[in-house]
């Protein structure tokens, strides 16, 4: 995956981060995860000594911008220099009393660490290796749709999995899960399964590796099966069906209007067919690679139709009011 950085106008510094794209990865390549370490050598020693990342946003925001700095990789210092950090902070900061912690998720050597403000109206993200090097830190004007963030499916839904299982993507900002800006999966969440900071073990490139791969997909409620595809080819790591998007899928009408999406099946594996009845954590295939993915995980939302692009999200109802969001390890019990 290409890693670069630019500036949007004063209005964000970008460094590309990993992610699960269209559905993606859930992690750097294992060859570009880390950079070299910053200089041992400067004035501000003692405090790079003491750098916690996850107290960054608070750095930020107190205006240490050159001990930020201080912790940036050779490569995103050669894309984004100290003077337009500062002016970046300098405007960003305004009317901020102070940034909390939303979100912490292992990326390959380190993590991927999400703040907002008081308001929900301003964010950062920052990609920070295990030696505290900055490999990514971007600063991000939020939207927030409260309206329909806080109207949530009649029906009341379970995990789709048995075992643990990581949000990768799922939240209501777009740094938390990048469905959020599309209607019509605003509230979509990517499950994967990790162990340690990674989410395969052994070869990277085998399907085979990732956790995830042929793991049970629950049904997340009752309902009756409305479609399903099943005949679609896993893809090859690095590859993915951008024509075919869900891939292998089920959708599942619960009542009410309200329609569950499950995608990204393994070739072969569903279970059901439309017209079947289906009860809570029922079987209804295992986990693949299929469709606009490039690495094995769940997908799954509500929408108030069927049509993939055309239906609007509609925000889950979770069994004891768990509202789970990115970094969140979430366990299935059925």
């Known amino acids: 995956m290409k890693r670069t950085a630019t500036i949007w106008g004063m209005a964000a510094v970008l460094l590309v981060l990993p992610g699960l794209a269209g559905c993606g990865r859930t ?12 200089p041992a050598a400067s004035p501000d020693a003692e405090k790079e000594a003491k750098f916690e990342p996850e107290n960054l946003a608070a750095l930020f925001l107190q205006g240490k911008i050159k001990e930020i700095y201080s912790r940036f990789s050779p490569e995103f210092k050669k894309d984004v220099s100290l003077e337009q950090l500062s002016e970046l902070a300098g405007d960003f900061n305004k009317d901020v009393r102070a ?12 993590d991927r660490y999400v703040w907002t403000d008081e308001s929900g109206q301003k964010g ?56 959020y800006e599309h209607e019509s999966q605003r509230y979509a969440y990517d499950l994967v399964q990790i162990k340690g900071t990674s ?37 090859p790591i690095g590859q993915t069906d951008e024509k ?11 009542g009410s209007g309200e329609y569950s ?35 094995p995980h769940i997908h799954f939302h509500v929408a108030d139709g069927t049509d993939l692009f055309g239906s609007k999200s509609v925000r889950i109802r979770f069994e004891g009011g768990a509202a789970p969001k990115q970094g969140d390890v979430l366990k299935g019990v059925r």
């Open 27 to 38: 992690e750097a390549e294992p060859s570009s995860a880390v950079s070299p370490a910053p």
């Open 99 to 110: 940034y909390k912690l939303q979100s912490k998720l292992p990326l390959g050597d380190g």
């Open 199 to 235: 989410s395969y073990t052994g070869d990277p490139g085998k399907l085979e590796s990732y956790y995830a791969y042929n793991q049970e997909v629950t049904a997340p409620a009752p309902g009756i099966v409305k479609a399903v595809e099943n005949g679609r080819p896993d893809n």
């Open 124 to 179: 950062l993200t920052a990609a920070i290796d295990g030696k505290g090097v900055i490999q990514g830190l971007q600063f991000v004007p939020l939207k927030t749709y409260p309206a329909s963030d806080e109207a949530f499916s009649r029906a009341e839904f379970s995990l789709p999995f048995r075992g643990e299982w990581t949000v990768f993507w799922g939240g209501t900002n777009v740094l938390l899960n990048y469905h």
């Open 261 to 295: 999406f499950l995608a990204h099946f393994k070739k072969g594996t569903i279970t059901v067919k439309p017209g079947d009845k289906i009860e809570r954590g029922q079987l209804l295939g295992r986990v693949g690679n299929s469709g606009n993915t490039s690495e």
């Open 244 to 254: 075919n998007p869900a891939g292998n899928h089920v959708i599942i009408d619960h």
